[in-house]
């Protein structure tokens, strides 16, 4: 580590304030500099120099008492870019590190990337977050994220000794009043089921396997034939953009009850397939997991967004059609995969199932609230809560033309 000798400063007063001018180290583009800098001090007014020299000395005896290394010099921006994702990378799953590149990319640099690290206080980061939520573009929940993800840069920071307080700057701020959160969606029994009347296959299975297991989307493409047994599937994997990874959390990698109704449409699915007894339950024609944005840009939403009039999809809807298009009311939106997963918690909410249940079903692990709060449900009390899913499924709704108890032999049929 470079000694420099130790310095007084000069104070000067500037535009009604005092400053002080002092050297530094600082790194840039990967190069250490000595580089001449300012200081704001304070307003003039209540300040004479005597007290703007004593502020001098406090704030230089941190540059002169320093013990950090002069590389570590460097602004938030270059921190996050340089050492930040390369150190996490290795630990986060690919869908999480994408999200974490979209908070910094694309929400948070424009707004702070050039602070020096060493210099960022809690009032830095409290006007950041101001000024996100006074831009109207984020809702609460979102500024608690960006505010999460920024805590996790200078815990970094601090593990890694490029600040000189142990002191995370980001802890101390609060949530500042932002635009309500977007409301979240859950679809219903009717409308699942009026869903799986008009959608063609695979995607109407694909559905069923959504809202009748409440499995995440890269769960559902990770399901394989060979984690299917005896009326429950293993969730052992997770697809995102072709990167197989574990579950989302520990209580995800677990098994869920297959009711009835999804398994003989799964039963009939796999005769499609030629009865495979391994690799993907919902394949592409290569054979690998399909991807299930194309499977809903393709055969989901052509037929629930539909023209009223003339009952064209709006994709191929041309002006050539003599009306404008209109959507058909009669048919449910489509609101994402995750509405199921939601709709699924609700309609057993609706049946009375036990909230410890709900929350084994679904492999919640909200490690802040949730789980600390519910008592580890057993497997025959999830599957009671399943069972019972089922009896109100047979009860309320008519059997669908693309189920298979007409289709299927005896003998196909779960016991």
Request: net charge positive.
């Amino acid at each position: 580590m470079r000694r420099h000798r130790q310095q007084k400063g000069f104070v000067y007063r500037d535009g009604g304030s005092w400053y002080v001018r002092y050297y530094d180290d600082r790194a840039i583009n990967g190069q250490v500099q000595r580089k001449r800098l300012a200081k704001q001090l304070g307003p003039c007014a209540g300040m004479n120099v005597t007290r703007a020299r004593k502020e001098a000395e406090n704030f230089l005896n941190g540059i002169n008492g320093t013990k950090l290394k002069p590389e570590t010099a460097v602004t938030l921006g270059d921190f996050v870019d340089r050492v930040y994702f390369p150190q996490v990378e290795r630990n986060l799953r690919p869908s999480t590190l994408r999200g974490y590149h979209i908070i910094w990319d694309d929400q948070l640099k424009s707004h702070c990337a050039r602070l020096w690290l060493r210099e960022v206080r809690t009032s830095h980061v409290q006007a950041v977050l101001n000024s996100l939520a006074s831009a109207g573009r984020f809702g609460t929940n979102s500024i608690k994220h960006l505010k999460s993800f920024l805590s996790g840069v200078f815990k970094l920071a601090i593990q890694l000794d490029y600040c000189a307080s142990n002191h995370n700057p980001v802890q101390q701020t609060s949530i500042p009043k932002a635009r309500p959160a977007d409301e979240t969606f859950a679809h219903s029994l009717e409308e699942i089921d009026e869903m799986l009347a008009v959608i063609p296959e695979p995607g109407a299975t694909v559905i069923a396997t959504a809202a009748y297991t409440g499995a995440r989307r890269g769960e559902i493409r990770g399901m394989s034939w060979e984690n299917y047994n005896r009326g429950e599937m293993m969730i052992a994997a997770s697809v995102w953009q072709g990167h197989a990874t574990d579950p989302k959390s520990p209580k995800s990698k677990a098994a869920i009850p297959i009711i009835k109704r999804l398994g003989n449409r799964l039963d009939l699915h796999r005769m499609r397939l030629g009865n495979p007894e391994s690799g993907p339950v919902f394949p592409n024609e290569a054979g690998r997991p399909a991807d299930l944005n194309n499977m809903l840009n393709r055969l989901i939403l052509p037929v629930l967004n539909r023209c009223e009039v003339c009952k064209k999809s709006e994709s191929v809807h041309g002006a050539d059609a003599g009306h404008k298009y209109k959507r058909d009311a009669s048919l449910p939106e489509w609101h994402g995969w995750h509405a199921f997963r939601r709709g699924l918690a609700t309609n057993l909410y609706r049946l009375g199932v036990p909230d410890k249940t709900i929350q084994a079903i679904l492999r919640h692990a909200d490690v802040t609230t949730t789980m600390k709060c519910y008592v580890k449900t057993t497997r025959p009390d999830v599957k009671a809560g399943m069972e019972k899913f089922e009896t109100d499924l047979e009860n309320r709704l008519s059997d669908s033309n693309r189920t298979v108890k007409a289709a299927l032999p005896a003998s196909a049929h779960p016991v």
